[in-house]
């Protein structure tokens, strides 16, 4: 039993987007997809095949979006919008927000229940997922080659989760 607040606690936790289950996804309206390390490497387009196939796979069912907290992200838009075939949501708060969270809701006409998260990281994932009232997935980071400030976080995150 861990001792990690229930906000904190994903639902599903899975390898990679790749490797998820798509039953995690059956009571879904909306899949709400971090960008960097869990679909792309961070600040980047780079994504594996079987990523960006898993994503596809999903969109044909269920209404998708990407988020980023990324400042880069609106210079990546188009691509990112042109290879997962899903609106990147941007200029509109920043995970986890509860702001965010219930625009994202009122413009694809959900209640937070049928929104699904998913996402590498607790603080910007989980917990924008878990605090708004959705369902959360924490998959595994693409990468560990990312921004300090960013290892620094995922090292408390991971304290977070021994607990």
């Known amino acids: 039993m861990s001792l990690l607040p229930r906000s904190f606690l994903p639902d599903v936790y899975a390898a990679s987007v790749a490797e998820m289950n798509l039953a ?18 961070p600040e980047t387009v780079e994504v594996l095949d079987a990523t960006r196939e898993r994503v596809q796979k999903i969109s044909e069912q269920k209404r998708c979006v990407l988020v980023s907290n990324s400042r880069s992200v609106k210079k990546r838009t188009e691509a990112l919008q042109n290879i997962f075939g899903c609106k990147v949501f941007t200029g509109f708060g920043r995970k986890p927000s509860k702001r965010l969270f219930q625009r994202l809701c009122a413009d694809y006409n959900v209640l937070a229940k049928e929104v699904v998260v998913v996402g590498d990281r607790l603080w910007s994932d989980v917990w924008f997922a878990k605090r708004n009232g959705a369902k959360a997935i924490l998959v595994a980071p693409l990468t560990s080659h990312e921004a300090w400030y960013i290892k ?5 995150e991971a304290l977070l989760l021994s607990l």
């Not at 995690?24 to 490497?41: C, E, G, I, R, S």
């Not at 620094?152 to 408390?156: E, P, Q, V």
């Open 152 to 156: 620094l976080a995922r090292h408390f």
């Open 24 to 41: 995690a996804f059956k009571h879904a309206t909306l899949v709400v997809f971090d960008v960097d390390n869990t679909l792309v490497l």
